[in-house]
């Protein structure tokens, strides 16, 4: 395809080789890219979605053992780009990224409606400025709900941040919870809604949490109550201003978790992203007696050079770490498949501080 034969507008257009089909895909007319759909020449319609979800949920439910809460689908993870839509009971809620997706959404929602029982499906724009318009499908009274993670209970609001709860993370939450002691005391750094820290009160910690966002924290003390969980200090703030001040107080934690957003957008971001995860793992690992916890949800930093960075933020906080385990990444409904390694995103390395 020229350039010149490419729509006005985010459409599905035929892919070709020397006059031979190749594929059909979406374009979006802000992207540089273009995203598979098909590599056979077949119509995109109710059918067709019906048959690559009811294979999403398959996997997750027959395959991985998932009930009730899970990614759903995963882009180009089940062949559906420009889709992301997680399950919470039986609520939905999905990103989209690209105009063509959006006007697929009713279909979207009646193929999750009958293979899942999705009552509800709150969609909106995977970015902030997205043309997608917020809309639900359904039940529009039904947008909270309350799903379980191994021995925690969390409040869900799908018109919350993103796709309203951070589902990538499950393994490596519930995994925390067989190093934590009764007593310990848990600092809990981007903590959104209280995810690490509430598996760790479980067990019996004193749980702290630093995060930017207001509502985060309404919302993690919500969660603090809905486990009975007694002690959980909740800082507002920035997480580097806030460690410093904790450092300077003479504070100190048997655990120290962190999470932060991603600090890229682009490749051209990583140089200041691996001096920011420097400083933050650094000021962590001043505070943490026992343990660290370090995440990068940034697909432009690769696992080796992400570790790299935090060995170096050891040797200036002098501080020696031990790696528990193996590389933890993503819990496996977001799906990786061999034939794109992009889909990796996530990181987290579990740490023994001495």
């Known amino acids: 395809?020229?350039?010149?034969?490419?729509?006005?507008?985010?459409?599905?257009v035929d892919l070709y080789y020397r006059d031979k089909f190749v594929a059909r895909a979406i374009y979006n007319r802000d992207s540089a890219t273009v995203k598979i759909l098909t590599l056979k020449r077949e119509e995109?319609?109710?059918?067709?979605?019906?048959?690559?979800?009811?294979?999403?949920?398959?996997?997750?439910?027959?395959v991985l053992g998932f009930k009730n809460t899970y990614r759903m689908i995963y882009a180009e993870g089940d062949y559906l780009p420009c889709v992301v839509l997680d399950r919470y009971n039986d609520i939905g809620s999905m990103q989209v990224s690209s105009r063509v997706m959006e006007r697929f959404a009713p279909v979207i929602y009646e193929c999750v409606e009958e293979l899942a029982g999705?009552?509800?499906?709150?969609?909106?724009?995977?970015k902030k400025g997205n043309r997608v318009k917020p809309r639900i499908f359904g039940d529009r009274s039904?947008?909270?709900t309350v799903i379980e993670e191994g021995r925690?209970?969390?409040?869900?609001?799908?018109?919350?941040?993103?796709?309203?709860f951070f589902l990538d993370q499950r393994d490596n939450r519930i995994d925390i919870e067989r190093y934590v002691r009764e007593g310990d005391r848990v600092l809990d750094v981007c903590c959104y809604t209280?995810?690490?820290?509430?598996?760790?009160?479980?067990?019996?910690?004193?749980?702290?949490g630093i995060d930017i966002s207001r509502k985060a924290l309404e919302v993690a003390e919500e969660n603090m109550r809905l486990n009975n969980i007694e002690k959980y200090p909740l800082i507002h703030g920035n997480a580097f201003d806030v460690l410093?001040?904790?450092?300077?107080?003479?504070?100190?934690?048997d655990i120290v978790v962190l999470d932060p957003p991603s600090f890229t957008r682009t490749s051209r971001d990583v140089k200041n992203a691996l001096r920011a995860y420097n400083t933050l793992n650094y000021l962590a690992l001043k505070l943490s007696k026992r343990m660290l916890v370090t995440c990068s949800c940034s697909h432009h930093i690769d696992r080796e050079t992400f570790k790299s960075t935090v060995v170096s933020s050891s040797l200036r906080a002098r501080k020696e770490i031990k790696q528990i385990g193996g590389y933890r990444t993503q819990s496996p409904d977001h799906v990786i498949t061999m034939a794109n390694r992009d889909l990796e995103y996530l990181k987290c390395l579990f740490f023994a501080v001495d």
């Open 1 to 12: 395809m020229n350039r010149e034969d490419l729509p006005e507008r985010d459409e599905i």
């Open 44 to 62: 995109i319609d109710r059918d067709f979605f019906y048959r690559r979800i009811k294979r999403a949920i398959e996997y997750r439910e027959r």
């Open 118 to 126: 999705i009552d509800t499906l709150y969609m909106q724009g995977a």
């Open 142 to 144: 039904k947008v909270e």
């Open 152 to 164: 925690g209970r969390f409040k869900v609001n799908v018109k919350g941040h993103k796709t309203g």
């Open 194 to 208: 209280g995810g690490f820290a509430v598996h760790c009160g479980v067990m019996g910690a004193e749980v702290w």
């Open 244 to 253: 410093r001040e904790l450092i300077e107080e003479g504070e100190s934690f």
